[in-house]
C-alpha cells in the first residue's frame, strides 16, 4: 500500500538555525512528491513540489527539498528559519494509478524560539 | 480570482442532524477532492471527482455522500452527524489529474456535539 511518512511529530528550532524536516514513501514507482504548509486555522499552501529531473528543488519561502530514490526520502531544508515559519508541515505523494490522490504523512508541527 | 471557497468556516451540530458543506473553485480544475484532519494523522481522502459527473470513494468515506454539482462546485454530506466526525475538512482542486498538484480551500472545522 502506499504511505507516507513523517517520523517526527514536533521539530523545535531556534530562529535563524537550519532546519531539516524528513518524509519518507513507500510507492510501487516513482510518485510525484509535494510538501505543503499551514499556518494556524489555514488551508494548506503548496511549498515545492517533485516530478522528475533535478532531484533538488527549490521552493517558495527559501525551502528546497531533495529527492533521494535509494532512501525513499523527500527532505525538507531551510538554511535559516524564520519566526514566520511556525506552522505544521505535510509531505505528500501521488501517481502510478492513484487517478489524482494524494496520500499525505501526518504532518511535523514546526515551532519557532526567538 | 478566489481560489477554492469553501462554506460554511464553522458549524456545530446536534448527533443525528444533517448537513452540507459546499465547495467551489473558480480555476476550470477538472478534479476535485474533500479530505478531512485530525491531530495526528494528517489528511485523509474521503471522497473525490476525477472529472464532472463523476466521484469514486477516498480512503474514509463511510457516513458521508458527495454531490459534484458542475464543474465548479463539488458538496460533501453528513446525513447523520456523529461524534467521530468532529473534524477539519478541506476541499481541494486540481487540473489536469496528472500532474497531482491540488490547491485547497480554507477549511470547515465542525464539530458534533
Known amino acids: 500500500a502506499q504511505s507516507v511518512t513523517q517520523p517526527d511529530i514536533h521539530i523545535t528550532v531556534s530562529e535563524g538555525a537550519s532546519l531539516e524536516l524528513r518524509c519518507n514513501y513507500s510507492?510501487?514507482?516513482?510518485?510525484?512528491l509535494f510538501w505543503y504548509v499551514q499556518s494556524p486555522g489555514q488551508g494548506l499552501q503548496l511549498l515545492l513540489k517533485y516530478f522528475s529531473g533535478d532531484t533538488l528543488v527549490q521552493g517558495i519561502k527559501g525551502f528546497e527539498a531533495e529527492f533521494k530514490r535509494s532512501q525513499s526520502s523527500f527532505n525538507l531544508r531551510k538554511p535559516s528559519v524564520h519566526w514566520s515559519d511556525a506552522a505544521e508541515y505535510f509531505c505528500a505523494a501521488g501517481g502510478g494509478t492513484s487517478y489524482g490522490k494524494l496520500t499525505f504523512g501526518q504532518g511535523t508541527i514546526l515551532t519557532v524560539h526567538p | 480570482n478566489a481560489g477554492v471557497t469553501q462554506t460554511p468556516k464553522f458549524q456545530v451540530l446536534k448527533t443525528g442532524q444533517s448537513m452540507t458543506l459546499q465547495c467551489a473553485q473558480d480555476m476550470n480544475h477538472n478534479s476535485m477532492y474533500w479530505y478531512r484532519q485530525d491531530p495526528g494523522m494528517g489528511l485523509r481522502l474521503i471522497y473525490y471527482?476525477?472529472?464532472?459527473?463523476?466521484?469514486d470513494k477516498g480512503e474514509v468515506p463511510n457516513g458521508y455522500n458527495v454531490s459534484r454539482l458542475n464543474k465548479r462546485e463539488f458538496s460533501l454530506r453528513l446525513e447523520s452527524a456523529a461524534p467521530s466526525q468532529t473534524s477539519v475538512y478541506f476541499c481541494?482542486?486540481?487540473?489536469?489529474?496528472?500532474?497531482?498538484?491540488?490547491?485547497f480551500g480554507p477549511g470547515t472545522r465542525l464539530t458534533v456535539t
Open positions: 481541494a482542486s486540481s487540473y489536469p489529474t496528472d500532474t497531482y498538484e491540488q490547491y
Open positions: 471527482s476525477a472529472s464532472e459527473g463523476t466521484t
Open positions: 510507492y510501487g514507482a516513482t510518485p510525484y
